[in-house]
């Protein structure tokens, strides 16, 4: 705008009262925007908004976002969220490793204290046929676009 004014309009520069002003501004803004620059986030979650359920199910995504790079993500699902056939707008997934919630307890709990921390603090799914997933992503660059309007509308 300044140098709109000054080369094409011939107008007197601003004071210099108004010139710090803007030094100030753009100080500003440089200073506020630093941590998009200088910390790059490598992992982030996937919660749901609903508190009740958030306790249950997550989604963790690691990697660089970039298509066609390895992108790893591994958390609790329902079941319904999960498909052998390739569906539209889906991601598909990369040597999935799937675990259910029942299978886990089994596992983990030979004297119940997985399942009494499990009742307490959540995080294992809700229901027995719950599902924990590992796997890599390939991500079409539609897919990669609605992910990283997710993480940039999200505050993380």
């Not at 790079?69 to 799937?98: A, C, M, R, V």
Request: glycine content about 4%.
């Amino acid at each position: 705008m300044i140098r709109n004014e000054l080369e094409h309009e011939d107008k007197a520069p601003p004071t210099r009262e108004r010139i710090l002003e803007f030094a100030e501004l753009t100080w500003y803004f440089l200073k506020s925007t630093d941590n998009l620059v200088n910390y790059i986030v490598e992992e982030f979650n996937i919660v749901p908004t609903d508190k009740v359920i958030a306790k249950y199910y997550w989604l963790n995504i690691k990697g660089d976002l970039i298509p066609g790079n390895n992108i790893e993500l591994h958390g609790w699902i329902k079941p319904i969220y999960i498909s052998n056939k390739s569906l539209p707008n889906w991601i598909k997934l990369i040597e999935p490793e799937l675990e259910t919630r029942s299978q886990m307890i089994k596992k983990l709990n030979p004297n119940n204290l997985e399942l009494k921390f499990d009742k307490e603090y959540g995080g294992r799914g809700k229901n027995a046929n719950d599902l924990f997933l590992k796997a890599k992503l390939c991500l079409s660059d539609h897919i990669f676009w609605n992910i990283c309007k997710l993480y940039f509308s999200s505050g993380i």
